[in-house]
């Protein structure tokens, strides 16, 4: 929050104490607390009644720094807490000597000041990445008594910060003010369904302020020189995450906050959707299948969104015996055909549903105070929830769920989880506030854990809409409910961008939009993203989304990108690797690829998929197109034309194409089948090498499905030639080729 009237006021009925001369320092074996009282000591009488802030410093990892500010530290412990990978079998170096107190880990130094007031530099090695300087760290109470505990660091000059969760506004989070705290908002609004503390700039470091519950930041919008991060309380605890690279902080980042589980090769194909409130029973269903075969459109997931249990049941998890009477058999049906089924869920009970009133006897929901079940009218009639912190309550929901596995449901889209209340108590005594952006990560954690239970490790999959830090470890994450424009297939990628400097390794998006029905052009240029996305959903609200619905065309669009997308699997399954081994995400921002360049600081309306693919959508209806090309000469995929370098370009594309361009001297594998996404990808794999530099020798690994291990090649360019060997792992009739 803005505690602030300009730059010499506060706001009406705010105080802040802050931090003067260090007064002090105790070491301890990972580091060292420094005691700083609110104002000068000169004499001993001036230690009476006098606050002392007192700040920790020390390391949970190799180039990572935690800071705890406090005031008051005797209040009891508050869960839930993230999950933080804290260990201590790295080194760190403490010294306090002369004019300051450092603690170091790998190249990541804190420096204290001992005298002249309050400063701590960050540096990476001798360079200065951030500070917190004399008016950075406050203790405020405002007008109603609340305590509050900030800190802020310096932001220079050129400096972008990014992140902070799937958001739709300004990619570039400079100037705004940004409330971590879940919201069913859509896309076209401030709210996230997605909120994560954390932010990266591209100076090389990242911020993971390690609180669940509302967390205010204020990136140059309250000092516009410093980016502002606020708790309310007695103490806020924060950690600087060192590079020196953007994606060296992902890294760390996600080894702190956990990495993106490996999921099923199957899920990377085309998934289709009942969309939400249409008609629609098992005829309809073959009828979509069908009408995708006839039409030469592959297709690996059918989905079945709320409708398929009955109306002002959910969440019972019965399917709607006047729609589907046979179940099992319809899933059988499917499976016959080589399709996977996701159902959709939530964590809500309707009071309708039977699961109500067994939940409420044996305490699986939510309560109030006064011991009764929380419940309104939003969404469904009565609605409960379930009490993700009662470990019997989880056990519960699961074996419902498993009964849809059994029955031959493959995945689940787990819908909702962001209108949490804070008028509730816990099982576990959770504080709510600290519940509400947590839930998210609970439920999903639930559901992502019992699918790797009954499905095994690495075929869990869920399409989930919330998250907070630390959600990253369940994926699928789709972006929610957009409208079906232009201008929401753009919000639509700044979320995703977004997201993807928050941490996430996979990301998905209702192609075509999701309220109201796209016009045709929408619906075509949305099928060229989505088909370059991680994961590829067609979903809406009111209507279908199968291609004929539009005109002859988008079905011809669709199934060329989605042959497209099915032939580049060798090299998506190895970024997908990286995601999972890394935590470096699938669709990365220019920026984290081109962080030396200053114009890739700002484009927020093309990204890179992997390390090698540059995808600028078209989000016009006449196909123009302007877009940036780093340096070097780049080549379109399909067609074989080449860009040079830095340079703005314009072109114009027909539905059937967009900008998809090969980085310089990447050597790029192509799958033999188009068809399906899970195939043996290293089998007759093409390597594509484009605009080669003589004597370049390139590893190049393509994974196998489920484990991860493939094969391995080494592609040489010697004299204008080109040549491959295999170094490690099998391929059956693999050839190399100069990309055209």
């Known amino acids: 929050m803005k505690f602030t009237d300009g730059y010499w006021q506060l706001r009406p009925g705010v105080s802040v104490l802050r931090p003067g001369t260090v007064e002090s320092v105790e070491l301890d074996d990972r580091g060292f607390t420094v005691f700083a009282p609110t104002g000068k000591v000169v004499t001993r009488g001036d230690t009476l009644n006098r606050p002392v802030v007192t700040v920790r410093f020390f390391s949970p990892a190799d180039g990572v720094i935690g800071v705890t500010v406090g005031h008051h530290l005797g209040g009891l412990p508050k869960l839930p807490e993230f999950a933080v990978a ?37 540096l990476h090695g001798d360079r200065v990445l951030t500070s917190s300087t004399e008016r950075s760290i406050g203790l405020a109470t405002d007008a109603d008594g609340r305590a509050y505990v900030h800190d802020r660091l310096a932001l220079g000059i050129g400096e972008s910060v990014y992140g902070l969760g799937e958001r739709f506004g300004a990619y570039v989070k400079n100037g705004q003010t940004v409330d971590i705290w879940n919201a069913d908002g859509g896309t076209a609004s401030e709210q996230a369904y997605k909120n994560v503390p954390f932010y990266l700039s591209n100076r090389g470091y990242g911020v993971f302020v390690d609180h669940p519950e509302h967390v205010s930041f204020e990136i140059g919008s309250e000092v516009v020189s410093q980016a502002q991060f606020s708790v309310e309380g007695q103490t806020l605890t924060y950690y600087l995450i060192d590079g020196p690279t953007p994606k060296d902080v992902l890294r760390r980042y996600t ?10 090769a ?3 194909g085309l998934w289709l959707s009942t969309s939400f409130t249409t008609s629609y029973d098992e005829k309809t269903v073959t009828e979509f299948i069908d009408g995708m075969a006839e039409r030469d ?5 059918f989905h079945f969104d709320c409708f398929w249990m009955r109306q002002f049941h959910w969440c019972d998890f019965v399917w709607d015996p006047a729609t ?8 059988r049906r499917l499976h016959e055909r080589g399709l996977k089924v996701c159902v959709w869920i939530n964590p809500y009970i309707a009071q309708r549903s039977y699961l109500f009133e067994e939940g409420r006897r044996n305490g699986y929901l939510v309560t109030r105070a006064d011991g009764s079940v929380w419940q309104w009218d939003k969404w469904q009639a009565g609605m409960a929830l379930v009490d993700f912190t009662n470990p019997d309550a989880v056990a519960w929901y699961q074996s419902k769920l498993k009964v849809l596995l059994d029955m031959g449901v493959d995945c689940f889209k787990t819908d909702f989880g962001e209108r949490i209340p804070t008028d509730v108590v816990w099982h576990d005594g959770s504080d709510p506030q600290r519940m509400h952006n947590y839930y998210a990560q609970a439920y999903n954690k639930a559901v992502f854990e019992l699918l790797e239970t009954e499905r095994g490790v690495g075929e869990a999959v869920v399409f989930a809409r919330s998250a907070t830090a630390g959600g990253q470890q369940f994926p699928v994450h789709w972006g929610g409910d957009c409208e079906s424009t232009f201008a929401a297939m753009a919000e639509s990628l700044r979320g995703g961008l977004s997201l993807a400097a928050s941490g996430f390794g996979y990301w998905s998006h209702d192609i075509g939009g999701f309220e109201g029905t796209p016009d045709p052009a929408v619906f075509k240029r949305w099928v060229a993203f989505g088909l370059l996305s991680s994961h590829s959903r067609l979903h809406g609200s009111g209507s279908y989304r199968v291609p004929w619905a539009f005109d002859a065309e988008a079905v011809d669009v669709l199934r060329h990108f989605t042959r497209l997308k099915l032939s580049l699997m060798p090299y998506l399954a190895a970024v997908a690797e990286e995601a999972h081994r890394e935590g470096l995400p699938m669709m990365r921002p220019m920026m984290l690829e081109f962080p030396d360049d200053p114009t890739a600081a700002y484009l927020d309306r093309q990204y890179m998929l ?4 540059l995808v600028a959508p078209v989000m016009s209806a006449d196909g123009e197109v302007t877009f940036y090309v780093p340096a070097g000469t780049w080549t379109h995929i399909v067609t074989g034309a080449q860009l040079t370098g830095p340079a703005w370009v314009t072109e114009k594309h027909e539905f059937d194409s967009l900008p998809v361009l090969a980085r ?9 089948r188009d068809d399906r996404p899970d195939y043996e990808w290293a089998d007759d794999v093409r390597l594509r090498l484009y605009a080669p530099a003589e004597g370049q020798r390139t590893r190049v690994t393509v994974p196998s499905p489920g484990d991860g291990t493939g094969a391995e090649f080494e592609v040489r360019y010697d004299n204008g030639t080109v040549s491959a060997e295999l170094v490690a792992g099998s391929s059956v009739g693999y050839r190399v080729e100069v990309g055209q």
């Open 266 to 268: 199957w899920s990377y």
């Open 324 to 331: 589907f009477p046979d179940p099992e058999g319809m899933l």
């Open 255 to 264: 080894a702190l906050t956990g990495r993106p589980a490996r999921v099923p």
């Open 86 to 122: 804290a260990g201590a079998d790295h080194p760190v170096t403490v010294d306090v000597s002369g004019l300051s107190a450092t603690l170091t880990s790998g190249a990541l130094t804190a420096k204290v000041a001992l005298v002249d007031g309050w400063k701590v530099d960050f």
């Open 297 to 301: 459109l592959p297709l690996s997931v």
């Open 610 to 613: 992997g390390p090698d693919v």
């Open 664 to 672: 310089p001297g990447a050597v790029i594998p192509f799958g033999a």
